[in-house]
Nanobody, 123 residues
Framework: QVQLVESGGRLVQDGDSLRLSCAASGRTFTAYGVGWFRQTPRKEREFVAAISRGGTNTNYADSVKGRFTISRDNDKRMVFLEMNSLQVEDTAVYYC????????????????WGQGTQVTVSS
């Protein structure tokens, strides 16, 4: 069992940077790949980024590639999403998820989900 709690979301301006954090509890956290997803009321949950168990491999959605960076600290049971050059289109609730599949882009491959943190980018 893994519990995930996201934090760091807030209102920012177009072009700003923001770092989201995901705190995990549970002994088996290091056995899971972790992903970040986002969702707006008008869209289905969308893949953003994923990182492998050990943190050596990553995967990004084309829309965030070069702007966002995912990382993890297994000793501290933390996963981060560094977001740069934020755009209005990045406005969404961001979710952290953990699952057995590595670097997966589909939500169905993730078993554990946090409650989400709101990121709002204003122009």
């Amino acid at each position: 069992q893994v519990q995930l709690v996201e934090s760091g979301g807030r209102l920012v301006q177009d072009g700003d940077s923001l770092r989201l954090s995901c705190a995990a509890s549970g002994r088996t956290f290091t056995a899971y790949g972790v992903g970040w997803f986002r969702q707006t009321p008008r869209k289905e949950r969308e893949f953003v980024a994923a990182i492998s168990r050990g943190g050596t491999n990553t995967n990004y959605a084309d829309s965030v590639k070069g702007r966002f960076t995912i990382s993890r600290d297994n000793d501290k049971r933390m996963v981060f999403l560094e977001m740069n050059s934020l755009q209005v289109e990045d406005t969404a609730v961001y979710y952290c998820a953990a699952g057995g599949a590595q670097l997966a882009t589909a939500p169905r491959h993730y078993t554990y989900w946090g409650q989400g943190t709101q990121v709002t980018v204003s122009s």
